[in-house]
């Protein structure tokens, strides 16, 4: 998972890219893409953060595509492989902010991660972005319950993949780094939409609806926006960070 040798855009040839186009497109992410996490999360660079955008990027590349194909039947193998786009950008920043940490002249402890400071507030806004999208393009499809359920498990197995077999100080901090890191990046690829340039397939919204007596009670399931293949696959890393973040203890 931490090959530092390994080309970052190779994985990206792998989506069936061309190697100008994935060249390209591993270039904006180790560059644009980056930065920005790294303005909305200083120091981020500093600690264990690329496991967590790797694993990650295993987990949701991984289930994606079979997901989607449930929540939207009739799509070809084609159009189910684009899910995973989005999942696999996520290790060409792992490999970059692994590569910047390894310029400075001593590996630094990024320390407890403190949400003050100019940061706080675009993580917040992020946050509550990300919520917002899952909501309406995910819990829409398959409903609030089952979205925060998958979004557990899936969270739950990148920090096992992510955490290892880390004690002491790094169980205790790198969580923390990790869930708002992930969320940093995802908010990094969202800004960055189009230079990205996505696949397209387009998947229209599921009727809404009509709620039960229960629902109407409680509160009905979220009408679902109009997204692309490769949207519900990006949101679905979004799930998976929403939950690693409300995981955390209150202090990290």
């Known amino acids: 998972m931490d090959d530092a040798a390994a080309d970052p855009a190779a994985g990206l040839e792998a989506l069936g890219l061309r190697p100008a186009r994935a060249a390209e497109l591993s270039s904006i992410l180790r560059g644009p893409v980056t930065d920005l996490a ?98 309406d393009h995910l819990a829409a499809r398959i409903g609030v319950e089952a979205t925060n359920r998958l979004g557990a498990s899936h969270a739950e197995t990148i920090r096992s993949i992510a955490l290892g077999a880390a004690t002491g100080r790094a169980a205790r901090t790198e969580p923390a780094w990790g869930a708002w890191g992930l969320l940093a990046v995802l908010q990094a690829l969202l800004r960055h939409r189009e230079l990205l340039q996505a696949p397209a397939t387009s998947v229209p919204a599921p009727p809404t609806p009509t709620p039960t007596p229960t629902q109407a009670g409680a509160g009905a399931e979220a009408a679902a926006a109009t997204s692309t293949v490769g949207d519900l696959g990006l949101f679905l890393c979004c799930s998976a960070a929403n939950a690693l973040i409300a995981a955390l203890p209150t202090t990290d």
Do not use: C
């Open 38 to 135: 790294l303005r909305d999360l200083p120091r981020l660079e500093l600690g264990g953060a690329h496991r967590w955008l790797r694993a990650t990027g295993t987990v949701i590349g991984s289930a994606a595509p079979g997901l989607v194909r449930d929540m939207v039947p009739g799509l070809d193998d084609r159009q189910v492989a684009e899910a995973a786009f989005h999942p696999n950008l996520l290790p060409p920043v792992a490999f970059e902010l692994r590569r910047r940490r390894a310029l400075l002249r001593r590996a630094k402890d990024p320390g407890a991660l403190t949400r003050t400071g100019p940061g706080a507030l675009k993580l917040s806004v992020a946050l509550m972005t990300s919520r917002f999208l899952v909501h």
